[in-house]
């Protein structure tokens, strides 16, 4: 497939290649012991779990190391300090390389894949960010309640039945559903399926061939993927027959009351009065139906998992959500921010499994890394989220375990900035954040009202990795809950706003 927009290279030093140019002391960066001639760090790894591969090397090795692969190395961040020196933005910005390059093709220039110096980056950020604003959201609210209620339909079937439910199967159908009624006035009938929808099906495709094109060696790469590279290219034309139909709708018969895809189509540039152009279009809307379900369900689905695992954990959520929504049958708008607990929950869920488990960091001048490693402009390296997020100096020597009060206030004000990270960081930070996190814990909140979760003592969690993280063969029993004696009327909960909930895109530590 090729790309229409013309793409400048992320300027580099003339001759530069990698690891080997950008980082002038590799010497001070450790890599695995048993390097292979031409092979590189292979020993021990496995194509289909890099990143929990590097999460062993990244014990083995310390805050900062490299990995080879095929010739090419790459440099591995994840020691506190070091990832807070890189979250500088006038020294520091996001590197588009690696897994999300290979997503180009797809992708091309939308929010996520462009690169910085991309006029289509400003022009689609300052379009649809109000998109994300706090009144936007308020109107996605009925939306998401009546995509949750299609789910709750669906497990309330599989239990009568007696059914254990396909937790990261059904996440994936409600958020595929979420993204695109509230973005696009789509409807995928995802509940109404046996199998998931083929765009799920070509959208996988597509993300797990990205991810195996760093596996292989670059010239070799046609030769050996021959098969999976038909077959991407088939899933790129489906996405995007898909998408075009959407688009196609929408301007014939309108009716999109303000969503995401009227935003891409109408919204004119606060100052420049320009447009997205059609195929910009196209992109923004491949972009976000992978970007806006993929992560979200995921961490549903982590939830869950340690929901069913912890009962005393799910009973403090019960409690809450009890307290806050009283017997109201459908809660409101302003009824889920104030699940604080939980929103600790997520959070914390999001801590041990961040399903967007990497972001690249660019050296946008000469300069160090922590005063300690010299890189030079255009030098990059990979932050590792999930052990960022187990550093035992940040998160303790129990930094493994499951709990919540690590997100009370107060134990986050006592923590420094940049230690958590799962919507990345700076400018160029999770636009969806917001979106991400109400969704999120309204379902939670339904979810634990309605059901006692069960696991199966036998399951034991299984992280599949296709640039996102999911829990594998996540099934789980359900009762219906009895609800517990009266329900008290709604607790007026303070309105207080949390620090980063101002600002639907950059938070205060940014
Ligand atoms: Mn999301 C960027 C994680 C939900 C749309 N997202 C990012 C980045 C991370 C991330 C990390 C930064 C990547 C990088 O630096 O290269 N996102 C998540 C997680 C969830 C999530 C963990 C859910 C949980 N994201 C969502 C949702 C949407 C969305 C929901 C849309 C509705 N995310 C985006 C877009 C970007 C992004 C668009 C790119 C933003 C930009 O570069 O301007």
């Not at 961040?77 to 006038?90: C, R």
């Not at 993300?207 to 030769?223: E, I, T």
């Not at 929504?325 to 961040?354: C, F, H, M, N």
């Not at 640039?467 to 309105?495: F, I, N």
Request: charged share 25%; net charge neutral; glycine share 8%.
């Amino acid at each position: 497939m090729a790309e229409t927009t013309t793409v400048a290279p992320t300027a580099l030093p003339k001759g530069f290649r990698g690891a080997e140019q950008g980082w002038p002391r590799l010497d001070r960066i450790p890599h695995p012991p048993r390097r292979i001639p031409l092979l590189g760090d292979i020993v021990g790894a496995d194509r289909r779990t890099p990143v929990q591969d590097s999460l062993r090397y990244a014990r083995q090795l310390g805050p900062i190391f490299r990995r080879k692969a095929f010739g090419k190395e790459f440099v591995f961040v994840w020691g506190a300090d070091l990832v807070a020196d890189m979250a500088d933005e006038s020294r520091f910005a996001k590197h588009v390389g690696l897994g999300i390059a290979n997503l180009r093709p797809v992708a091309g220039d939308g929010l996520f894949t462009a690169y910085n110096h991309e006029p289509n980056w400003q022009l689609a950020h300052d379009v649809l960010a109000p998109g994300f604003s706090r009144e936007a959201m308020a109107g996605y609210h009925p939306m998401m309640l009546a995509v949750a209620r299609r789910l709750t339909d669906h497990w309330d079937r599989e239990l009568a039945a007696g059914q254990p439910v396909d937790v990261p199967g059904d996440m994936t159908k409600l958020t595929l559903e979420t993204i695109a009624r509230t973005g696009f006035g789509h409807d995928f009938g995802s509940f109404e399926r046996d199998r998931p929808h083929p765009f799920v099906t070509s959208m996988v495709g597509t993300l797990s061939y990205a991810q195996r094109l760093n596996s292989v060696p670059g010239p070799l790469a046609p030769l050996l993927l021959r098969t999976a590279t038909r077959r991407n290219e088939a899933d790129i034309a489906y996405l995007n027959r898909t998408v075009d139909d959407m688009v196609r709708t929408r301007r014939t018969t309108g009716g999109g009351d303000g969503d995401l895809l009227d935003r891409m189509l109408e919204t004119t540039h606060p100052e420049t009065g320009e447009r997205l152009s059609a195929e910009n279009v196209r992109r923004q809307v491949i972009t976000f139906l992978v970007a806006g379900h993929e992560t979200t369900s995921g961490s549903l689905s982590f939830a869950l998992h340690y929901l069913a695992r912890h009962p005393e954990i799910a009973a403090r959520a019960r409690a809450e959500i009890d307290q806050v929504w009283g017997d109201t049958e459908v809660p409101g708008y302003e009824q889920i921010a104030k699940l604080r607990y939980v929103r600790r929950v997520l959070d914390e869920s999001l801590r041990l499994w961040p399903t967007a488990p990497a972001y690249a960091r660019e050296a946008t001048r000469d300069t160090e890394v922590a005063g300690l490693h010299p890189v030079r402009r255009g030098a990059w390296a990979l932050i590792l989220t999930p052990m960022l997020h187990r550093d035992p100096e940040v998160w303790g020597a129990d930094a493994e375990e499951f709990d919540p009060d690590r997100f009370d206030a107060k134990a986050v004000r006592s923590r420094a900035p940049h230690t958590y990270k799962p919507f990345g960081t700076g400018a160029r930070a999770c636009i969806g954040r917001q979106f991400a996190l109400h969704e999120s814990m309204l379902v939670l909140g339904l979810l634990l009202r309605r059901y006692d979760l069960r696991p199966d003592p036998a399951y034991r969690l299984r992280v599949t990795e296709r640039l996102t993280l999911m829990p594998e063969g996540l099934r789980l029993h359900l009762d219906r809950r009895v609800p517990s004696g009266p329900v008290t009327a709604p607790v007026a909960v303070p309105d207080e706003v949390t620090p980063d909930a101002r600002c639907p895109v950059h938070r205060a530590d940014d």
